[in-house]
């Protein structure tokens, strides 16, 4: 056991995080949304019930949606564009370890560098396509979740509910989108540009203390 939490400490960390600010959200989300339910004259509902509402898909999806879009986008961007000094950027003064045509001579290499042919061409990708993957999972999920949540609204006034054709292009989803993307984008360029002059000592995403500012990379 000991051994399982050293190798997967981190992961083990984040998902621990992951899983109380998830329990926070629904439970202050499921008071959150009763007390509009009652300011609108509706009774509240379950727990249980909560889960299949707009209000929860909407809130869960819509952060989700943002972030595997800014994993993605780093993921791609980082094999074409530069950031001088950044440990978050390739140095392009020399070859990097990542831009090596994968061997299947190597030792212990995974098995679809061994099978070759289309699966290594997927392999060799496979990490851009399963974050952009979620991302439109989580898009489209997103966009359910706030339609049925808009649609939950105007029943309760008594008017027209709108289709999804309609609600694509109401401002109200755009917003939600866009409000979480601009946050993403702003934290990816902060850590991008923060370690070009700060460090961590110990951490992965710092360069070394003593490392001069236009060291790019780790």
């Known amino acids: 056991m ?7 400490g981190l992961s083990i ?9 998830f329990v926070g959200q629904v439970l202050f989300g499921f008071v959150e ?6 300011e609108d004259g509706a009774s509240t509902i379950s727990l249980g019930s909560y889960f299949s509402t707009g209000h929860f898909i909407e809130s869960t999806f819509e952060n989700w949606e943002s972030e595997f879009l800014q994993m993605g986008l780093l993921v ?7 950031q001088k000094g950044s440990s978050e950027s390739k140095d392009f003064d020399k070859e990097e370890e990542v831009d090596r045509e994968p061997s299947s001579k190597r030792k212990n290499v995974p098995w679809p560098v061994k099978k070759g042919g289309w699966i290594l061409s997927v392999y060799k990708h496979s990490l851009s396509i399963a974050l952009f993957l979620l991302f439109f999972i989580s ?11 808009e649609n939950e609204k105007l029943a309760l ?3 027209q509910l709108e289709t999804a054709s309609e609600y694509i292009g109401d401002s109200r989803f755009w917003f939600e989108s866009f409000q979480n993307w601009q946050s993403e984008f702003l934290s990816v360029s902060a850590i991008v ?5 700060l460090r961590q000592i110990g951490s ?14 780790e």
């Open 193 to 197: 540009i923060f370690s070009i002059y």
């Open 76 to 82: 791609v961007l980082t094999i074409f564009l530069q």
């Open 139 to 149: 898009f489209g999920a997103h966009f359910y979740g706030s339609l049925k949540d």
């Open 33 to 38: 949304h009763n007390k509009d339910l009652l």
């Open 2 to 8: 000991k051994k399982f939490l050293r190798n997967n």
């Open 204 to 217: 992965s995403q710092s360069k070394p203390v003593d490392a001069p500012h236009m060291q790019t990379g």
């Open 13 to 21: 960390s984040f998902f621990l995080l992951f899983v109380i600010s």
């Open 157 to 159: 006034k008594g008017l």
